[in-house]
């Protein structure tokens, strides 16, 4: 990787960092769905800054490449996303299902008590 890649890789990632951190702070994402993009980031960084340690990983891993590493790294990762918000859309798909159940038993007491009330 050359130097002017390098910095600009760095560049990028450190402008994500601050959008992830900003995001945050700002409360239009909570910080656990965020932790992942930033673990990203973060590894992303170490490597954009030291590129030699891809050349370690991969032969730790048996990847004959370190592109191919870092592609593997990239599903991985996508999967772990997938499997997050999975968890995060079923959790919200039963408090509707919750919330829905309990406006009906609401209705259900309110037209009860209209027709008592109206006799």
């Known amino acids: 990787m050359t130097v002017k890649a390098q910095i600009l890789i760095v560049a990028i990632l450190l402008i994500a960092l601050g959008a992830l951190i900003y995001i945050v702070k700002?409360?239009?994402?909570?910080?656990?769905?965020?932790?992942?993009?930033?673990?990203?980031?973060?590894?992303?960084?170490?490597?954009?800054?030291?590129?030699?340690?891809?050349?370690?990983?991969?032969?730790?891993?048996?990847?004959?490449?370190?592109?191919?590493?870092?592609?593997f790294f990239g599903f991985v990762f996508s999967l772990m996303i997938i499997f997050s918000l999975t968890v995060a859309l079923s959790r919200v798909t039963g408090n509707v299902r919750r919330m829905a159940q309990q406006m009906a038993m609401l209705e259900e007491r309110l037209r009860d008590y209209e027709q008592k009330s109206g006799e």
């Not at 239009?28 to 030699?52: G, N, T």
Request: a neutral charge; glycine letters at 4%; proline letters at 4%.
């Open 26 to 71: 700002k409360r239009a994402l909570e910080l656990k769905y965020v932790l992942l993009w930033l673990a990203c980031d973060i590894i992303l960084l170490i490597f954009a800054i030291f590129p030699q340690l891809m050349d370690v990983f991969s032969g730790i891993f048996g990847i004959m490449s370190p592109v191919n590493m870092l592609f």
